[in-house]
């Protein structure tokens, strides 16, 4: 199936820093989503952007849906041992009378106290 | 509220049995959604059910995986015969009724805890 093209693949920082990821893609997307996944659990919703060139933020997350509609990007400033996690981009799109997720691989974080 | 729930967590089966995985979706939830995560692959959709009507099965791997939704609180995903690859995490996830003008609300897909199924 169609993929995201999400990097990197895996971070190891200091606690304090900041941080950053991106997804690119060659389709062109509705919405892009941030998911967060711990270890033994599912996904869950970070942030959705609805409008390209929107900047959105929760917290210490920044994301921001590109202008093309094809890539996104998220930034974490300040990183906590609790930040650690897998960090997942979602591009939605509408296909065939049908709208569907379809997500990148994954930014593996991990955070050194 | 309990969020959605999957059963059972870990399942260990071997080559040609049949598995059937469960998710109650969260109360009120008219969307519900089964994905499945591979290191390989990462997460794939495999079929969505909008008010317990199949909407776009496309992603399902073939024949020997199907779905239903009997009724809004149930769903089940079954494997059969199952094979080594599809060894995977499967998550069940649901979403809220869609806002009028394809709000936040729409993209909100809760996730399960996941099914840890390894067929040797």
């Known amino acids: 199936g169609q993929q995201l093209n999400q990097s990197p693949q895996s971070m190891f920082i200091q606690e304090g820093e900041d941080v950053s990821m991106n997804c690119t893609s060659s389709?062109?997307?509705?919405?892009w989503l941030w998911y967060k996944q711990d270890p033994g659990e599912g996904p869950v919703l970070l942030i959705a952007?609805?409008?390209?060139?929107e900047l959105t933020s929760n917290g210490r997350l920044t994301a921001q849906f590109g202008i093309t509609r094809k890539d996104s990007f998220l930034n974490i400033s300040a990183s906590i041992p609790s930040d650690v996690g897998i960090y997942f981009c979602?591009?939605?799109?509408?296909?065939?009378?049908?709208?569907?997720?379809?997500f990148g691989k994954g930014t593996k974080l991990t955070v050194n106290p | 509220d309990a969020g959605v729930i999957q059963s059972p967590r870990h399942e260990v089966t071997e080559m040609g049995q049949e598995v059937t995985l469960r998710c109650k979706p969260i109360?009120?939830?008219?969307?519900l959604f089964w994905y499945r995560q591979t290191m390989m692959r990462g997460l794939e959709l495999l079929i969505y059910?909008?008010?317990?009507?199949?909407?776009?099965d496309s992603g399902m791997p073939e024949d020997r995986f199907s779905a239903k939704m009997p009724n809004a609180s149930f769903s089940t995903l079954k494997i059969q015969p199952s094979e080594p690859r599809d060894s995977a995490v499967y998550f069940c996830?649901?979403?809220?009724?869609?806002?009028?003008?394809?709000?936040?609300?729409?993209?909100?897909?809760?996730f399960g805890p996941g099914t840890r199924l390894t067929v040797l």
């Open positions: 979602a591009g939605r799109k509408s296909q065939g009378g049908s709208e569907k997720l379809v």
């Open positions: 109360s009120g939830h008219d969307y």
């Open positions: 952007l609805y409008k390209a060139g």
């Open positions: 996830a649901s979403s809220p009724r869609r806002g009028q003008f394809l709000s936040l609300r729409a993209d909100t897909q809760y």
């Open positions: 059910f909008n008010n317990n009507v199949p909407i776009d």
């Open positions: 389709s062109i997307f509705n919405t």
